[in-house]
């Protein structure tokens, strides 16, 4: 893992984490989850409002979740990233264990710590008997006795939206002072009796919470107590990449601390996303599945991006470069034999039974359509602009006994003269940018003597729908019409000019039809 180069490292493997990893798996990225086991949710024992999968244990869900996402090829790591840092053009993470690993993108789902009132008793029965959410745990409290423990405006609200789930609904203000006018007359409008003093601790009877015992002894009875904790986003991977948490505030009341970010999760660092509930406190778990999908659609789309700015400055490259003579040298050197060593069968089809007499095949390559010219007694030039293939098609001429009948020419016929007066003038599946293109067959055409013909073969632009296989260079492929179009019509009589059809296979080894752009010209005399 410290040698690859992931697209994403998601930093917490809850609702969040996972979501945001089943999406950029399925659109085939590289992803490792580093998890350290400590969901937000661990004590609670069923999950509520996620359509489809209500009263889920959460542990249920995540192993689910992790099998999902192993299963689109993502990968999942125990343990505890604890800083992250800029590397070249992507991410470092440090782990606990000193361990790294590397991501091109960070998606950040560390969640949030909920920090509880500091009553005895009260940590250890969250989850449980004490909550905070009603739409989490509300229906299963619905018509108990319920005790709000107030921290601040927000508990009146609070205590409302309880009292929508249970009748029996009290405020306990801890020592807290008493409401205003307006809010008392709310709470008492809606039935919620408001309980001064301060809390002492839980009164438990059975593993059950029966009570809460105030200051003084007196026990208050309830089933159930919502604590409003405040919350803290688990915020220190983000924090050393530069991202503070910032107050999160409601109606004036500090709620507790978040990362902030635009809509689709992305932090005012570039490559850094944020989703679940390190950014939106509020987040229950469909919430957070929902901003993990978000966030990784627009991962996905932001690495599309670099991937193609980077095609595109390689296609420029291998354009700019590949027409050279160092390419063509190197291309041959890596193979004994690049091409089959048999003529083109246009060529073939097109030449057999004509008047001989002088041709220039351009592009000679490894020279067996030269040699099939000479051996029914063309005299031919052959031209090429590398030296490894010249020396092979001289060896392939002598094998042939037609050396005597071959001149080969090292030259490169975008800049070196073709030379003139030839009664054949045959370029097969010369393909270069429409430019270059234009220029090099206008200085073909002019190399042809009066009455002599020009053969041209390319590869024609609708193989390009037929997944060949060949390197995809739309602006390079031709129709015979294109090239038709750079001769003189008072000087030139088109023969052929067609899509030629002929049987080839694509490369899972399927028969397809592809085409060959033909063009047979004639000089006029």
């Known amino acids: 893992m410290e040698k690859q180069t992931y697209d994403v490292v998601v930093i917490g493997g809850g609702a969040a984490g996972l979501s945001g990893a089943l999406a950029l798996a399925r659109s085939r990225r590289s992803v490792l989850v580093v998890d350290s086991g400590e969901p937000r949710n661990a004590p609670a024992a069923h999950m509520h409002n996620l359509l489809g999968r209500d009263g889920t244990p959460p542990g249920e869900l995540l192993a689910a979740g992790r099998a999902e996402i192993i299963g689109y090829g993502a990968e999942v790591l125990t343990g505890r990233a604890e800083s992250a840092a800029r590397d070249g053009d992507g991410f470092r993470v440090t782990l606990a264990d000193g361990g790294t690993v590397r991501g091109r993108r960070l998606l950040i789902t560390t969640g949030l710590v909920d920090e509880l009132p500091e009553i005895p008793g009260l940590a250890e029965r969250w989850g449980r008997d004490v909550a905070h959410c009603p739409y989490c745990h509300g229906w299963e409290l619905r018509d108990h006795r319920i005790g709000v423990i107030a921290n601040g405006p927000l508990s009146v609200i609070q205590a409302q939206m309880w009292r929508q789930i249970s009748p029996h609904v009290l405020i306990l203000l801890n020592g807290g002072a008493a409401f205003g006018t307006e809010q008392s007359e709310e709470l008492a409008a809606r039935g919620i009796p408001v309980v001064p003093g301060a809390i002492e601790g839980l009164q438990i009877s059975g593993d059950r919470l029966t009570g809460v015992r105030l200051a003084g002894g007196d026990v208050v009875a309830v089933d159930a107590v919502v604590a409003g904790p405040r919350f803290t986003a688990r915020a220190g991977v983000l924090e050393s990449l530069g991202l503070e948490s910032a107050a999160f505030e ?59 700015r980077h095609a595109v400055t390689a296609y420029r490259d291998r354009i700019a470069t590949m027409f050279t003579e160092d390419a063509w040298e190197e291309r041959y050197r890596g193979k004994d034999a690049i091409w089959s060593g048999r003529p083109n069968p246009v060529l073939v089809a097109e030449v057999s ?24 007694g063309w005299e031919v030039t052959a031209a090429d602009i590398s030296s490894v293939a010249l020396g092979r ?26 030379g003139e007066g030839y009664d054949l003038v045959s370029a097969q599946f010369m393909h270069l940018p429409p430019e270059p293109r234009r220029e090099l067959y206008t200085r073909l055409a002019a190399a042809v003597a009066p009455g002599g013909t020009l053969l041209v073969v390319g590869h024609h632009p609708s193989d390009l729908a037929t997944f060949v296989g060949r390197m995809h260079f739309p602006d390079m492929l031709f129709t015979a019409e294109e090239i038709a179009d750079l ?20 490369p899972e080894g399927h028969a397809i039809t592809i085409h060959d752009a033909v063009l047979v010209a004639e000089r006029r005399r």
Request: glycine content about 14%.
């Open 487 to 506: 001769l003189p019509p008072d000087g030139w009589k088109i023969v052929t000019a067609e899509a030629r059809p002929r049987p080839g296979t694509d």
């Open 353 to 376: 039974g004509t008047t001989t007499g002088r041709a220039l095949d351009v592009g000679c390559g490894e020279g067996a359509d030269a040699v099939w010219l000479a051996q029914r």
């Open 250 to 308: 409601m109606h004036g009341h500090l709620l507790g601390r978040r990362v902030s970010s635009d809509e689709t999760g992305a932090t005012t660092v570039p490559g850094v996303w944020v989703a679940g509930n390190v950014t939106n406190l509020g987040a229950t778990v469909a919430v957070a599945m929902a901003g993990g999908q978000t966030a990784a659609a627009a991962i996905n789309m932001d690495l599309i991006a670099e991937d193609t």
């Open 393 to 418: 098609a001289a060896g392939h001429a002598a094998e042939a006994g037609v050396a005597e009948k071959i001149t080969f020419r090292h030259a490169d016929l975008q800049k070196d003269p073709a």
